[in-house]
């Protein structure tokens, strides 16, 4: 039965296929045609009266008439929804809003999910991206089996108990179609549950026993896991527990950083593929196994425009349109989707690998970079700078984050790195000097600014103990779902946060 089973799903997803296809071949005209899509359907709305969506006819009359929005400019709007205002941002009643992260910024944000943000976005990509895996493992066996799938929670909105508010991964969760929840494990009581500390025991005591073969989420929890499993079983692997495990679908942070641990704790062949997943929009899947890009997602309710990143300061930014993007520029996303985001900036920063297909890479966010001292680093920078020089001192991470060390009278400037390590490194010197040759390699600008210590000294290290981390996303609010430490930060709060909490000084290595 079994095997029946999977066998009709992989005819279902190779036929599926057709729209990843699609999305490699016509994206151009498909943004076009969504566009008008989007501007008709709105059109009735109170932004859409507002902004006369009905004399929009084309990209140039869009932008002339609406301009870029940031969530200050829309939470007015979508407190209206949330209090249960209809015909707001987009048609009807909203009675879902992902809740973001909270990366770059102490304030909650809502982020609106409509009904046909379920059925044309969120849902269908999870079927995309497992349709891209049967047609290049075409003898998969996801399907016979069980995948782990948990995420964030759910709650009650207090001012209106109609609408519920959670992480963008609980949504998807609540909303898995039927068909396949037979195929899920946990339950979805426990994958939803609040209290993560407790979730993870949950877990293991429904999935110990299950023959798991797919599992997605954020690596950093899911490595949490793989130790209390081991702790639990006292096996050396998890291929030990999960035999058939060969897929992993990741997103929400860089999985450089964490690879060799997950090759440790799953010594089996295993495929990893990368998701773009965010509170706005299912954005990127990795079309090709083995690849370091994914493909962008055109026809998933969602209309791209970008900003290269070296005019965000500007008053008036310049947007363009997909056709227009150029390789290896780094743009800031902006989107207008359906449920009812309108040129709206949603921080993160990417760079196209390809545009026959368009591919993308993620390299950051808008407010979270380094330019202290016109070094222009990115997380990407700083992600493959580490997970290049723990392979070669042989450790491997938990955790970091990185803020300047401002010039003074007698300090020239720096970076300040607090790192939770996994295994650390035997010289922690030798570690310091390799991790400043791989950011010069990986970033010209860091590489101009520290020749000769002109402009920058050496990087500055600070080990945090275990869990200091997850100890100050609890103290937040903050921990577990898609939640994660900034990487880089232009000030030095979140920093001295740590070291405080940590009961260090700056006793820099």
């Not at 039927?178 to 993560?196: G, I, R, T, Y």
């Not at 970033?443 to 002109?454: G, I, V």
């Not at 990087?459 to 609890?474: A, C, E, R, S, Y």
């Amino acid at each position: 039965m079994a095997a029946i089973l999977n066998g009709i799903m992989k005819t279902y997803l190779r036929r599926r296929f057709k729209r990843i296809e699609s999305m490699r071949h016509n994206s151009v005209q498909l943004q076009k045609e969504l566009l008008q899509k989007l501007i008709n359907k709105a059109e009735q709305t109170e932004w859409g009266q507002s902004y006369h969506y009905k004399s929009i006819t084309n990209r140039s009359d869009f932008i002339q008439a609406v301009p870029l929005q940031d969530y200050e400019s829309l939470q007015p709007f979508i407190h209206q929804m949330m209090m249960g205002k209809a015909d707001v941002l987009w048609p009807g009643s909203t009675k879902w809003f992902a809740k973001s992260s909270g990366t770059t910024s102490n304030q909650s944000k809502f982020i609106p999910v409509s009904k046909e943000k379920l059925r044309q976005c969120l849902v269908p990509s999870g079927w995309d991206a497992l349709s891209i895996y049967y047609e290049q493992r075409p003898e998969a066996q996801l399907f016979s089996e069980k995948s782990l799938i948990y995420g964030g929670s759910l709650y009650e909105f207090p001012s209106n108990p109609s609408v519920k508010f959670g992480d963008v991964s609980a949504i998807m969760i609540d909303h898995i179609p039927k068909v396949a929840k037979p195929f899920c494990s946990p339950s979805q009581e426990v994958a939803l549950m609040p209290d993560w500390e407790h979730k993870i025991d949950r877990i293991i005591n429904e999935c110990l026993y299950e023959n798991i073969t797919m599992m997605s989420g954020v690596p950093t929890w899911n490595i949490v896991l793989f130790k209390a499993l081991l702790e639990v079983t006292g096996v050396d692997h998890i291929h030990d527990i999960w035999p058939d495990l060969s897929l992993y679908l990741h997103g929400g942070v860089s999985f450089d950083p964490y690879r060799s641990q997950f090759e440790e704790f799953l010594p089996h062949h295993m495929d990893y593929l990368e998701v773009y997943n965010a509170s706005e929009g299912y954005f990127g899947v990795q079309d090709v196994i083995g690849r370091d890009d994914m493909l962008l997602m055109t026809n998933n309710g969602m209309y791209y425009e970008f900003i290269p990143v070296s005019e965000m300061s500007s008053n008036s930014p310049t947007s363009v349109s997909l056709e227009d993007v150029e390789i290896g520029i780094n743009y800031a996303i902006v989107v207008s989707s359906c449920s009812g985001l309108w040129r709206y900036v949603i921080g993160d920063t990417i760079e196209f690998s390809t545009t026959q297909p368009y591919r993308i890479r993620v390299t950051g966010r808008t407010r979270q970079f380094l330019n202290t001292f016109g070094e222009e680093l990115m997380v990407s920078n700083t992600d493959k700078a580490i997970a290049l020089a723990a392979e070669q001192c042989q450790a491997s991470i938990a955790d970091y984050t990185v803020a300047p060390i401002n010039l003074t009278s007698d300090q020239k400037g720096a970076h300040h790195w607090l790192i939770e390590f996994e295994k650390v490194p035997t010289d922690m010197s030798s570690f310091r000097f390799i991790l400043d040759s791989n950011l010069k390699k990986v970033n010209e600008d860091y590489a101009a600014k520290r020749y000769k210590d002109l402009a920058m000294t050496l990087p500055q290290i600070d080990v945090l103990p275990n869990g200091t981390f997850n100890k100050w996303l609890k103290d937040k609010e903050k921990l577990g779902g898609q939640h994660k430490v900034p990487r880089l930060s232009s000030n030095r709060l979140i920093v001295d946060e740590l070291l405080q909490m940590a009961h260090l000084q700056q006793s820099y290595v």
